[in-house]
């Protein structure tokens, strides 16, 4: 069947492989390397700057702390609050307990406008259920609106960070995705068009222009939802969400129940952390307050989608909910050693980096090998944890879920790794069972000439498979117990 916007050569996210097997490809694509290290670098160093300008910016982010944790203890009360104003003020509210639910709805408000196409607003939300595909086999084309989602969907592909989905391309590759393919969805790129970002960027603003004139329906997320107002908040950077958010007739917004804040006064310190935390300015260039119907002003009928899909699961884990204070700044991304060498694709989720470790999982569960594998897709540096504007502490969530990895492995059936891994506590948990071990592998290691050596070369299957990412020591000349008999008696060593 022919298609209706351009599909993904990559699968689905939970189609694709596990980390340790996706990070080599990442690793392997030196263009890519190179895109991400230049885009990152650049900017983590402005977040220093305008961060820095701020003299209380620790005490804003404990700020932030605050009310995102009040939102979350609260959350059912400011949900109830402000799907009674949002009413009140002329929007129709669903609830969607799961993505087949909320893409139900959507697909279905649709088709009640008879629309055969839609805009949308860059939203992570609505890549987290796969909504595009889901309009695209309801019959419906979906066409993204933000620059870097156009790239992005244009290039048959998928986005890989949280701000910037095609950040992994550079200015060359864009050029040649914009000749290529937009005069097979509307209008063409230009014949002289070259990969000047002023230049490409008209490109993209005339091949978006005829969808925005003609469409009925757009779709957006959403960063904020004040509940004492019901306002609905959205920021961007370019201004093409300005016209999703005023031309169609109906607007239909899908947010994360954890998108609350309890009043303006909170949002106040939003505003002022996120911009900072994301690209590094002191203001966001855009930011939408959308209230209610306006008779005459905008879309004349709205629709707010509150999303589930295992937020509340993480909300009753009291370690793993901090996840959910998350504003989706990307400033762990941009800090991350791992993401800026193995890009965002590596995680099998619409939510790359150390955010995406934490929070995946979580939303999903640890059925897949896909998701068992996040946790661990992490070096424990705590750079993330230094530039959170809402102090989530990633790296201590990080070790918890690998420790429910491990419970969730190891539940049903033994695994070698846990057996192995037995054996070593009952080894440890004895002075007599140590010492034996620590005497045994001496005499193994002289044995193989290993004593002396830095390192354990490379060993047969199965100890193959846990030392092919990991250096474990040699056997040394002499164990500390030996060395602390012969100081006692005066020896010398």
Request: proline letters at 6%; hydrophobic letters at 40%.
């Amino acid at each position: 069947m022919t298609r209706l916007t351009p599909a993904p050569d990559l699968p689905a996210f939970l189609g694709m492989p596990p980390f340790p097997e996706a990070a080599p490809a990442g690793l392997a694509n030196a263009t890519q390397r190179a895109n991400l290290t230049h885009a990152t670098r650049t900017i983590r160093t402005k977040r220093a700057v305008r961060a820095s300008e701020v003299s209380n910016w620790d005490d804003l982010r404990t700020a932030g702390m605050q009310i995102r944790n009040r939102a979350l203890r609260n959350l059912d009360q400011y949900l109830v609050q402000a799907e009674q104003a949002m009413t009140e003020a002329g929007v129709t509210v669903h609830w969607a307990r799961d993505a087949d639910e909320a893409n139900r709805i959507v697909v279905d408000l649709v088709r009640a406008k008879q629309a055969d196409e839609v805009i949308k607003i860059k939203s992570m939300v609505t890549q987290e259920i796969d909504l595009n595909e889901a309009l695209e086999a309801a019959g419906v084309a979906a066409w993204e609106t933000d620059l870097a989602e156009l790239i992005v969907q244009l290039g048959h592909d998928r986005p890989s960070h949280i701000l910037v989905p095609a950040i992994h391309r550079n200015r060359t590759e864009v050029r040649d995705i914009f000749r290529a393919e937009m005069g097979q969805w509307g209008r063409p790129a230009p014949d002289d068009l070259t990969d000047d970002p002023a230049v490409l960027a008209e490109a993209a603003r005339l091949h978006l222009r005829e969808k925005f004139l003609r469409a009925k329906v757009a779709i957006s997320g959403g960063n904020f939802i004040v509940a004492e107002t019901g306002t609905l908040v959205i920021v961007e950077s370019e201004g093409n969400g300005r016209m999703c958010l005023t031309l169609p007739e109906t607007l239909i917004s899908v947010v994360g129940i954890e998108k609350i804040v309890p009043t303006f006064a909170d949002l106040e310190v939003m505003l002022r952390l996120l911009p900072r935390s994301s690209t590094g300015e002191r203001m966001n260039p855009y930011t939408s307050f959308i209230t209610g119907v306006t008779s005459g002003d905008g879309p004349q009928e709205r629709h707010v989608v509150l999303l589930d899909n295992g937020r509340t699961n993480v909300l009753a884990d009291e370690v793993g909910r901090a996840a959910l204070r998350c504003i989706r700044c990307s400033a762990c991304l941009n800090v991350c050693p791992v993401y800026e060498r193995v890009g965002g694709h590596a995680y099998g989720s619409v939510y790359p980096g150390p955010i995406g470790a934490i929070l995946t999982p979580q939303l999903r569960g640890l059925d897949s090998p896909v998701d068992r594998a996040l946790p661990f897709a992490s070096s424990l540096c705590g750079a993330c944890n230094d530039v959170c504007p809402v102090r989530i502490p990633i790296s201590d969530i990080l070790v918890h879920l690998r420790g429910k990895v491990v419970e969730h492995k190891t539940a049903t059936h033994p695994t070698p790794e846990s057996i192995a891994f037995a054996a070593v506590a009952s080894t440890m948990a004895s002075s007599r069972r140590l010492g034996l071990v620590q005497r045994g592998s001496e005499l193994v290691g002289r044995a193989l000439g290993l004593v002396g050596r830095r390192r354990l070369p490379r060993l047969p299957w199965p100890a193959s498979l846990w030392l092919r990412d990991r250096d474990l020591a040699a056997p040394a000349k002499q164990t500390f117990r030996d060395w602390w008999r012969q100081r006692e008696r005066g020896e010398r060593p």
